[in-house]
């Protein structure tokens, strides 16, 4: 099978702007989740959707949203972006149980000037 | 909210040494916990991983216990080698989402 896919890997925004990312999950799984990791903090969860629903979500400001198409692929969403939005924005995809192992992408790098 | 705690953040060891790697979680709900190896410019892949109803599991070199009651779990890597050096990040699940560790890095000198 395809392993998880991101578009675009590297993006420049400057501040203010927003930008969406993509990710198709691998071909079966119903569930993404998105991470954002930053040398200073890690990895830390964003949110998690299922079917078409957020499932979960992290400790993150409303600018940041995300969405699911009934084909699986996921997209997320930062408005407003700030200098501190600048980090490797990866998703991993899962089946259906809670505890199923998670697969990453290789990840979107967002540089925000 | 969960917090996992990993140790140590560096660790640095000669070829044919083993490596350990300790996290505690404070979430007396996890169940589910995964470790990641993350290469420089790569994504995370998972290494190993065990859930609340073991106490071990091994994989050729690589093995991680659990310890539900004191809420830790670590990784043991034996006869490391070159090839292991990267960053480890352990994790524990909170419903469907996965809580990190702040990740280890390993270096593994010939």
Known sequence: KAGVTQTPRYLIKTRGQQVTLSCSPISGHRSVSWYQQTPGQGL?????YF???QRNKGNFPGRFSGRQFSNSRSEMNVSTLELGDSALYLCASSGTSLADTQYFGPGTRLTVL | GENVEQHP??????????????CTYSDSA???FPWYKQELGKRPQL????????????????AVTLNKTAKHFSLHITETQPEDSAVYFCAASRGTALIFGKGTTLSVSS
Not at chain 2, 12 to 18: L, R
Not at chain 2, 56 to 61: A, C, H, M
Request: proline residues 0%.
């Open chain 2, 30 to 32: 996890s169940n589910y």
């Open chain 2, 47 to 62: 290494i190993i991983d065990i859930r609340s109803n073991v106490g071990e599991k091994k994989d050729q070199r690589i």
């Open chain 2, 9 to 22: 953040s560096t660790l640095s060891v000669q070829e044919g040494d083993s490596a350990v790697i300790k």
């Open chain 1, 51 to 53: 079917s078409e629903t």
């Open chain 1, 44 to 48: 830390q969860f964003l949110f998690e």
